[in-house]
């Protein structure tokens, strides 16, 4: 016979249920999702060539793992605090990377003469929107090449740019002093500006450059406050040409082709030794045979 459940307690069981079940199950797959967070960096350079470059990175962080994305597409904005205006679009590369250079002409500042920069990545499938910000003045640096009494100097000045062509000494600011070398920037100086925003360095005399002796001279004003950073790149021949270097010569190390000398002497010194017993050995052989032929001859027939 069978049991008929009645409507009453069908209600008591699905109230029960939704009174008493945990929340652990609705917790386990909502986060068994992991919404992916995306990350924008914005970093910003005042060229001499009266330009500026920004360069952006897009990544994104799932748990502990960080990934840059790649061909994703970057508008990159100015402002002058109303007006906003595109400066240009580009996409990232394999690392997440992406810049463009935009001429000061184009540029616009509010009533204290700072410009925004804005980037900016819009949400695509499961990649959230994401926005960077930066904010500087214009600011030029100078670099020039003196000889003074057989010394080589570097002077540094540095101006700060309004967008109306005014240009005002830049005091009390720490300028450093590079050139590139195979991986990364020689840091070979540093120079602190004057209230006439200039300074000079003695330029050192050690430095390695290229076969005629050509070295390039970075000089940069480095994540300042105001201006952020401002660079100036020139070419000078006050290196030492680099054939003239006994390093770049053949020379007789455990990792050069030329084998060191006493590497030389000893292998030679233990063949010598190898061979002269191999032929002690053939030798004592042969005397022993001629020995035993003449005992044979001198001793009687039995």
Known sequence: MKKHISPYRISLILLFSLVFVPDSFSEKTTDSVTVPETRLSLNYVCNANDSVTLSATLSV???MTIKYLGN???????SDGLNKRLAGQAKTDSEG?????????NLTGDQQDIIHYTVEFCATG??????????????????????EDSLRVLRISATEKSTTGKEIPIPQVT?????????????IGEITLDDLGGGTMEFPKELIGDSLGNLIVISKIEEHDQFGTVQVMNSINWGIPKHYIYAEGPSRELWTPIAPLWM???LVILLVGVWAHYIYAIYELVMIKRHNKKREAISPAV
């Open 61 to 63: 962080k799932r748990d």
């Open 72 to 78: 994703a597409s970057l508008f990159f904005y100015t």
């Open 97 to 105: 990377n992406s810049k463009i250079t935009i001429s000061l002409s």
């Open 126 to 147: 499961i990649y959230s929107a994401a926005t960077a910000e930066f904010n500087a003045k214009l600011a030029s640096l100078q670099q020039s090449f003196i000889m």
């Open 175 to 187: 300028v450093n002093i590079y050139i590139p070398r195979l991986f990364s920037l020689l840091k």
């Open 264 to 266: 030389i002497i000893t």
